[in-house]
């Protein structure tokens, strides 16, 4: 049979554990005013007290208390840490430009002013350009817009019927450095497959990519068959001729020593620009017989050609004047023109031209 407790016994026991509860929490506050008040009371076994972090200034008197160096009292809401300065001025990092820019050339300017400017190659100027410059610095004229190639290659317009294995292998690069330059926005997930498409008159960059520049200026023309520059204009001379040799020594062709524009480049100036006034002499450097006198079709304004006999042929373009006929006899200092600004040209100036067997050579290696 179950036995029933008794409700005055049950009321008891109740009574007792309340009555235990208060005292264990009557002690417990005992020991928190202690501590509150700098003691050291523990808090009965047993029994949990709140975690409550300690103020500066109790943490200094309880350093004190067993020999501690005292707390530096610090206020700032960083405390006694490293801080960090306030700056107004944010660092934005640079970027690499992948678009073509434009430039419209200014009074002065020169292609490798220009080219320096972009940090490129004065070639690029040309590549990226052809339509106004065909390949010829001599067309670059002030208030003309040029496109600017964030990197050093070649532009190109996409034709129909175009191929782009035939495109790249033309300016001797990878058809992948075309898909993949970020400034031609190809899809690379569709050029992954080979499924991309590039329309009729689509500019592309060509990074890297290069191709032979068009030389404007006269060809080597010999003693022996001058009338071979017969299309580069009326100065051309048609009947073969025999005269002077050269002494292999070359004077200064003009009475001004100063390059003026551009100097001898192997890829975009095969030649010499020397300053001076209009009007100022231009001298024969050598001996030699006068092989084309007159007007030139491609820029040069008043042309003569020297042949030398001796494998070499000089060139003095954009003249004012010519003092000398086709098949004369000339010696070295023998006064054969003027310095003109005729042609394709933004300034008095003489074009200079060493040809050596068929190659143009820089003049300042060889005049004296």
């Known amino acids: 049979m179950t036995k029933t407790k008794h409700p005055l016994k049950r009321a008891t026991v109740t009574f007792v554990n309340i009555a235990t509860v208060a005292l264990v929490f009557v002690a417990a506050l005992l020991g928190w005013d202690r501590l509150q008040n700098g003691?050291?009371?523990q808090p009965p076994a047993g029994t949990l007290s709140p975690v409550v972090s300690p103020t500066p200034e109790q943490e200094v008197q309880a350093n004190v208390q067993v020999g501690l160096p005292a707390l530096a009292s610090n206020s700032s809401p960083t405390g006694s840490g490293i801080t960090r300065a306030a700056t107004m001025d944010t660092t934005i990092p640079t970027r690499p430009r992948v678009d073509v820019i434009t430039y419209t050339v200014e009074l002065g300017d020169n292609l490798f002013s220009i080219a320096e400017q972009y940090n490129l190659k004065a070639e690029t100027i040309l590549w990226g350009n052809f339509e106004i410059l065909e390949d010829n610095p001599q067309f670059l004229k002030a208030e003309q817009e040029l496109n600017i190639l964030p990197v050093n290659g070649t532009y190109y317009e996409w034709n129909e019927g175009d191929n782009l294995g035939q495109v790249a292998e033309f300016f001797k690069v990878e058809p992948q450095l075309i898909i993949e330059y970020p400034g031609n926005r190809f899809d690379l997930t569709e050029a992954a497959t080979g499924n991309y498409s590039i329309e009729e008159g689509m500019w592309l960059i060509i990074p890297e990519g290069k191709r032979a520049i068009k030389d404007w200026g006269p060809p080597a023309i010999t003693r022996e068959n001058p009338a071979s520059a017969a299309f580069y204009g009326a100065g051309s001379c048609g009947a073969i001729y025999e005269g002077a040799i050269g002494s292999?020594?070359?004077?200064?062709?003009?009475?001004?020593?100063?390059?003026?524009g551009y100097s001898y480049d192997p890829v975009v100036h095969k030649a010499l620009d020397i300053?001076?006034?209009?009007?100022?002499?231009?001298?024969?450097?050598?001996?030699?017989?006068?092989?084309?006198?007159?007007?030139?079709?491609?820029?040069?304004g008043y042309l003569i050609v020297?042949?030398?006999?001796?494998?070499?042929?000089?060139?003095?373009?954009h003249l004012n004047a010519v003092g000398v006929t086709c098949g004369q006899s000339v010696y070295q200092g023998t006064m054969i023109g003027a310095l003109g600004n005729t042609g394709n040209s933004s300034g008095a100036h003489l074009h200079f031209e060493m040809i050596y067997n068929g190659v143009k050579v820089n003049p300042l290696n060889f005049v004296q």
């Open 39 to 41: 003691g050291a009371a």
């Open 248 to 260: 292999f020594t070359f004077v200064w062709p003009t009475t001004s020593h100063q390059v003026s």
């Open 275 to 300: 300053g001076g006034s209009e009007g100022n002499a231009i001298y024969a450097v050598d001996h030699g017989v006068v092989v084309y006198a007159g007007w030139s079709d491609y820029g040069y």
């Open 306 to 317: 020297i042949d030398h006999g001796t494998g070499w042929q000089t060139a003095y373009a």
